[in-house]
């Protein structure tokens, strides 16, 4: 079922309308008047005949006929009961504003249960409790106390905080943003963030899709509904909660900053979402989508009339990750010989057109930049001088832009205020949008240019390995038979083994002879390793003994362990030494799962020894990986230099590491149990030799 | 001499002042009419009797008065004999608008040497050339062609850009942010940002100093020179061009992005200036300087009306640094006892007083956190509901502010637009600078933090330590003469244990036998190093061997350098084979210097290592280092946590690398002909060790 109903009802029941100013249940119905809402509007009122000039009813039954859409503007605990009258006059979409619910303790959870009961049974919808409302401006639908409509337009909004979402309508009126819809959520009792934004990505008004959200409900649908309604239209989120004090603050989930943030990071990532770090990037970066084509490249055009403007541009173009476009020889003789730009003061890129710059020489150089098969996208930037045409210069680039053919992004910056006014205005109206810094500009043209990056992207492929899946299931099965959530390192390395990881060579010695023998064999240095189920941390233990050069070095060890070890942890049983090969060169990397309790799977990579431990040079993605993104979470790290060998010191294979990723992928994929998995250390040697799981933990989801 | 001939002039001559509207000349006389400049107004100019209703002359001489201030709206080429005019009256300050200076070319450049000579010769100060002029609201001074006067105010501004400075004059009307001066400085062919800092510095109107620059003229006297104004009142810096190609766009030095802007990082920190990252930063900035006093801390409480912009702050907060503040047991108990809060739905930090807050909640709840010993700041978040009382709310608040003890900034974020365009006039009227998100609140609270513990921070109180000084001037007087700028390594070494440092046990061999025999004395392992002046780069010409283990090895080692490398460079002079001790333990970290162009020495510290020199984990400081600033340069490096030991792992002695750093800054004070030191590796072990220079490089200035 769609949300139309909410969207474009024919007849709109307030429960609650009041004839007094400054209640909620006032403002709405006033608000509904003020926008011209054509529809039937019914206000519900036990006690009064008429309110704001309309005609009120005493409750729901009496109007004799089924509202499309309801609000309930009451108390809480008058809900319930409203909410069986409407299920029983067959009303399918209903907007509970009142507080007083889940946001407010466990009773108001219960009372929360209690209405989505009602609405299940009776096939309806239910849009908060506890929000603000709705507005659908290019219906006259202004079903809330969020303020005035603001302009009709491309933006579909969506909000978890009810007052910011009043406070993004009062700044929308004020810089002429105009939107397709606007929801405040509120405690998301059904209809939540991913209902609304399959919604929006059906809703042919809407062009961009925009929201401000502190939780998420469902992590592993979010993905998948995200990155498909992704590809048809941009979805740019706020997230706020997302530092340890700020989610605290949200009280959502709380752990380390970094692993939060990772999470969020790399499941936005891969669902193509764009976010945003502030409402006034939001707004930025919401209307150039709404407005402008998509960049094919990161090459930027810079146009100014002054030097200042022209070089804080360049430093953001840089500072982005962007490229200043090299113009072609052809742009240059153009540019150079031409009559218009003969006082300009730079003909390269920035091009300054000097402060004397009339409007004709923006047009100039602007359609020339355009036609440069170098440039992607081009950025106007204007200073107010006494001379400036300010609007004329507005006019011409919206002039140009019309007649751009093969289509390229042109932003605009025009610094000032008054004197740029109505330049701006006309910006606007031409639907180049403007921006009221370089930086945020440029902040704008890298947003564009990641989300046509991301959606030009190969199409996903995931790998599947011949595994052995028996073997694992057995080992897992018996883990949950025995109720043991942390797998020992012996059996991690069978579980690895059955999905193509190798192990050291090496093997369990009972007495100190034959450790001796298995050490032979093997070549030295080896490593001897406690070999116990109950011990899941030997090192604490003095049970991990590494570079052990000789026999004899192999027998002591073997004694001493054998002799201190029982007496550190009696109750421990004790199954020998595991004597195992010593990786003495290669390169240590990590390799991991951990089941994010929002998002699923999140694999993770990063180097390996102290330092990196330090700087947290790691990185997460979600599980199943392609080989592409694979390869993505290994150059994505700050080493990832070190990995490919820097100053002539040769690499390491590069994709045998990513390899281990999917085949770890695929084992997190297949066995939703797995709750934790690290390989660390991931030896991994020069090209074409067989990286070695030297150490591995994994823990079971607890049942 | 002061500026003040500039900022407060009895009577103002035009030359160049015109008729014709549009043109510069005529746009600056209308400028300073419509301004109502108080003073005497002489237009020049040779065709008119009358310009804009006043008596025009045809000369300056013709004044019959020597004017105060000259403004000259001419083209270049007629300048110079001008100025020789205005030096003849006896003119002191002149303001040269005109372009076509050292930004025009070589011709250009004599030009403005020209104008600068007569000058000097009439002890007159030029501001410009290729500027747009002054303005000074307090004295109802505007020669300037930026717009109309802004308000009076308290914020001093300059531009190296002109066309910058119009737009923020057009913003600040637009924001009604007040102005004690705005300059524009064109060319700085005489007054340039360091006149001007030291000249707003001592102007009583102005309590902050901001600026636009590109270029900084002389590094070493804007350090000290700032630093000095830095205590009295907080300079705001935008400097553009840091990125390599911002610089390029800016035609200055060109470098790697990452020295460029370190070097510029390390000297505004120094000299306590706060850096802007854009000009939307720098007006919230200079607005909480101007209005609010420095907070004690770090400590934030945050106050909203609603969830969403609350958890934002906070977000922002740690994203900062900040500290979200821990309210007092009593602080507590005085919110949750209130009768104001009992619907708050969050009494601590941050602080939720919930949708239908009115004034009376706000003002109970920002009174008590201002109360609290815990709360350095406090920041004020209004949403506008239908019922939020914004303009009393804001009244409240000011009210506060007004009888806030002892004194602790408040600052204001009311979202939206023209619901809170009413109460965000309240705040600024009251001087409560108001902020368009929670992010750029957060951030101007950090600016006002850095700068607080930058001028609360200890004497800068350098040690000197006991050197020898000759040994060092004999070793670099004898470079000087031979003409030799680089310095060997062993010379290199010298120079450093004259100022203190240890350098490896070792002596240099001329047979195997000799090799052997030093070998045998040091212990094992030890490093061969080939043994000439004109082999600087031994590792190329493969004369470095390290884990040298045995005599024997020694004896092979050395014989194969003296065959291999005299046939690799046959021209050298090589007088033996080093044989040094090999540091096997310890920690590599890398100390240097390198005498930047504008700011003098700068001194270099970082870890060693490959993964660091791929993690560009670098910190710079100017030199001379106190011991405090050494220590943070260590704190400041991402790897730090390495240096102190992690995870039960011994750490090093911080404060012999710290010691060892003032010692080469004390080097590099004393003796301005190097150029450039590295000390890499410099070997440090556990605490109460002695680090080891293990190897030096060290280049002179080339005359």
Known sequence: MTLDRFFNPQSVAIVGASRQPNKVGYEVLAGLLKGGYPGKIFPVNPT??????????????????????????????????????????????????????????????????????????????????????????????????????????????????????????????????????????????????????????????????????????????????????????????????????????????????????????????????????????????????????????????????????????????????????????????????????????????????????????????????????????????????????????????????????????????????GRVAEAVKVLREGKIPPYDSPESAVRTIKALCRYAVWKSRPARVVKLFNVNRHKVERIIERHVRLQQAEVGEMEAKEILEAYGFVTPEGGVATTPEQAANIANQIGYPVVLKIWSPDILHKTEVGGVKTHVNSEQEVIDVFDLMMYRIPKKVPRASILGICVEQMCTSGREVILGMNRDSRFGPLMMFGMGGRLVEVLEDVVFYPAPLTAEEARQMLVRTKTYDVLKGIRGEEGVDVGAIAEGLQRLSQLATEFPHIKEIDINPFVVGREGTTPIAVDAMMTLEKR
């Not at 249960?113 to 659908?136: E, H, Q, W």
């Not at 009062?170 to 397709?180: H, L």
């Not at 239209?233 to 989930?253: C, D, E, N, Q, W």
């Not at 990532?269 to 989508?289: H, L, M, P, T």
């Open 48 to 417: 009064a005949e008429e309110v704001q000039g309309l005609k009120a009813w005493p409750d729901l039954k009496s109007i004799g006929q089924t509202p499309e859409l309801v609000l309930l503007i009451v108390s809480a605990k008058y809900v319930p009961k409203l909410m069986q009258e409407c299920a029983d006059l067959g009303v399918k979409a209903v907007i509970i504003i009142a507080s007083g619910f889940k946001e407010a303790g466990p009773q108001g959870a219960d009372l929360e249960k209690s209405i989505i009961r009602i609405a299940k049974n009776a096939n309806m919808r239910i849009i908060g409790p506890n929000c603000i409302g709705l507005m659908v401006p290019g219906h006259k639908l202004n079903v809330s106390f969020g303020g005035d409509l603001p302009m009709p337009g491309s933006i579909g909004y969506f909000s978890q905080s009810g007052s910011l979402l009043a406070a993004i309508v009062d700044m929308a009126r004020d810089a002429r943003v105009g939107f397709s819809k606007l929801i405040s959520i509120g405690n998301k009792a059904d209809v939540d963030e991913l209902a609304i934004i399959r919604a929006l990505g059906e809703d042919p008004e809407t062009r961009v899709i925009a929201g401000y959200l502190e939780t998420i409900a469902d992590g592993d649908a979010f993905i998948r509904q995200a990155e498909r309604i992704s590809m048809e239209k941009p979805i740019l989120l706020m997230k706020a909660g997302f530092t340890v004090a700020g989610a605290r603050a949200a009280s959502s989930h709380t752990g380390r900053m970094a692993e939060v943030e990772s999470a969020y990071e790399c499941v936005f990532e891969r669902a193509g979402v764009i976010r945003c770090e502030s409402i006034k990037d939001q707004f930025d970066f919401a209307r150039a989508f709404a407005y402008q084509p998509l960049p094919k490249g990161p090459r930027v055009a810079v146009i100014a009339n002054a030097g200042g403007a022209g070089i804080m541009a360049t430093d953001a173009i840089e500072r982005e990750g962007l490229e200043l476009a090299q113009f072609s020889d052809e742009t240059q003789k153009r540019l150079s010989q031409s009559q218009e730009l003969s006082r300009a003061a730079s003909i390269s890129n920035p091009i300054d057109l000097l402060g004397d710059a009339l409007s004709d020489r923006y047009e100039f150089a602007l359609r020339t930049v355009l036609n440069d098969p170098n440039v992607d996208t081009a950025l106007v930037l204007l200073s107010p001088h006494a001379m400036t045409e300010c609007a004329q210069t507005a006019h011409a680039i919206v002039r140009v832009a019309n007649q751009n053919g093969p289509a390229k992004p042109i932003l605009a910056c025009f610094l000032g205020a």
